[in-house]
């Protein structure tokens, strides 16, 4: 199994499961940036309108991956 | 009678299908090196011109004669000249030490991390590397100002502070670092590593001992890659850097001629030259190792 696309070629639920993961890997490390960055900006009292909703959209994506990955039963 | 005239007719057929091979493969050779040709030119084209003006004398600077003329060793020596306020010779060192320091730390850390993410089985494990590669593709610009300020902060933007340089490089060289070796441990017969461990060996004595050595090719390669990112790395040098610290990308880049607002574009060539020549000389000297560091992994035998 490629370490890097894993499960290429099959559709196993062990497969997808470690494609989620990868993906749940990659939105975990935006959405965490993106809590950093709102904290500090709440924290100074600067504007963070913005960085809340980027941060909202990735925490959603993330719960999404994450419902994915627990209904693959593995 | 048709049956005599049957094998020759067969036989000419043949001879010309041989033929009309023959002829189509050398086409599609000819096609094949031509297309190389045109490669090579349009990688090696802009290195030529760079060469080409840095022997050029400053007075033919935007001369376009596409061969060396009006030839000068001159830059050479004004790009090592302080007179001006450059700094170039100081800047090759700051370049050496910051490259192979972070090189070190980066294989150092990403042989460890790698070897778990190729070899052990543990849960999260896929989400491990989605996170390191989410690492690699965060945009440098955007650490920046926090990056900036923090140092600032501490004290590490004055005098001869090259973690301020070091450690921020290793954030970028390290993904790139734990990705080429992973894919180069996954591929390792771990068979070696069995009967190590079957020999009485521990599984820290097995990696060093066994599994280590032969992987000395991914490794070098690696080494490789990461010292030329850091050695090119320019965006956080150029904001993180003082007088002492300041690599030679920031140093050509600050490079200044003889006159007020003058571009000294021949000096900064043989600057380019410079840096660039022992690149080229380490990865052909090391050719045959890079590329078997890097084909390795490719392929699942």
């Keep these: 199994m490629?370490?890097?696309?894993?499960?290429?070629?099959?559709?196993?639920?062990?497969?997808k499961a470690q494609r989620l993961e990868l993906l749940l890997g990659?939105?975990?490390?935006?959405?965490?940036?993106?809590?950093?960055?709102?904290?500090?900006?709440?924290?100074?009292?600067?504007?963070?309108?913005?960085?809340?909703?980027?941060?909202?959209?990735?925490?959603?994506?993330?719960?999404?991956?994450?419902?994915?990955?627990?209904?693959?039963?593995? | 009678m048709s049956t005599q005239a049957l094998p020759a007719t067969t036989a000419a057929a043949n001879t010309e299908t041989h033929q009309y091979r023959h002829k189509s493969q050398r086409w599609q050779n000819a096609r094949g090196y031509l297309g190389l040709a045109l490669l090579i030119i349009w990688g090696l084209a802009p290195f030529y011109w760079m060469v080409v003006t840095a022997f050029r004398d400053v007075d033919?600077?935007?001369?376009?004669?596409?061969?060396?003329?009006?030839?000068?060793?001159q830059n050479f020596?004004?790009?090592?000249?302080?007179?001006?306020?450059?700094?170039?010779?100081?800047?090759?060192?700051?370049?050496?030490?910051?490259?192979?320091?972070?090189?070190?730390?980066a294989m150092l850390v990403g042989v460890f991390a790698a070897y778990a993410l190729a070899r052990l089985d543990f849960p999260g494990k896929f989400l491990i590397l989605g996170a390191i590669l989410g690492a690699s593709m965060f945009p440098g610009v955007a650490l920046v100002?926090?990056?900036?300020?923090?140092?600032?902060?501490?004290?590490?933007?004055?005098?001869?502070?090259?973690?301020?340089?070091?450690?921020?490089?290793?954030?970028?060289?390290?993904?790139?670092?734990?990705?080429?070796?992973?894919?180069?441990?996954?591929?390792?017969?771990?068979?070696?590593?069995?009967?190590?461990?079957?020999?009485g060996c521990t599984q820290g004595q097995a990696f060093r001992k066994i599994m280590l050595p032969l992987a000395a090719p991914g490794l070098f390669t690696t080494a490789i890659l990461a010292f030329i990112s850091s050695w090119n790395e320019y965006l956080l040098s150029q904001q993180f850097s003082t007088n002492i610290t300041q690599p030679v990308t920031v140093a050509?880049?600050?490079?200044?001629?003889?006159?007020?607002?003058?571009?000294?574009y021949t000096t900064v060539m043989a600057a380019g030259t410079i840096v660039t020549v022992p690149l080229i000389?380490?990865?052909?000297?090391?050719?045959?190792?890079?590329?078997?560091?890097?084909?390795?992994?490719g392929v699942k035998g």
């Design chain 2, 145 to 199: 100002s926090p990056l900036f300020q923090l140092f600032s902060n501490i004290g590490w933007l004055n005098g001869a502070n090259y973690q301020a340089l070091i450690i921020p490089n290793i954030s970028f060289v390290l993904p790139l670092t734990v990705y080429t070796l992973t894919a180069f441990f996954s591929e390792m017969p771990w068979e070696l590593e069995e009967s190590a461990r079957m020999d």
């Design chain 1, 2 to 15: 490629p370490l890097f696309n894993p499960g290429t070629g099959t559709g196993g639920p062990r497969a």
């Design chain 2, 281 to 297: 000389i380490m990865v052909l000297l090391f050719q045959r190792a890079i590329v078997s560091g890097l084909t390795a992994g």
């Design chain 2, 60 to 73: 033919y600077t935007f001369d376009t004669t596409p061969w060396p003329t009006h030839v000068t060793m």
């Design chain 1, 26 to 74: 990659i939105l975990g490390f935006f959405a965490f940036m993106a809590l950093v960055q709102t904290v500090v900006l709440e924290v100074r009292g600067d504007p963070a309108g913005f960085s809340a909703a980027v941060l909202a959209v990735l925490v959603v994506a993330v719960w999404l991956v994450w419902r994915a990955r627990r209904n693959t039963g593995v």
């Design chain 2, 77 to 105: 020596q004004a790009a090592f000249s302080t007179s001006t306020g450059n700094h170039f010779g100081r800047a090759l060192v700051n370049s050496v030490i910051i490259g192979i320091s972070t090189t070190t730390i």
């Design chain 2, 252 to 264: 050509i880049a600050q490079f200044t001629g003889a006159l007020p607002r003058q571009e000294p």
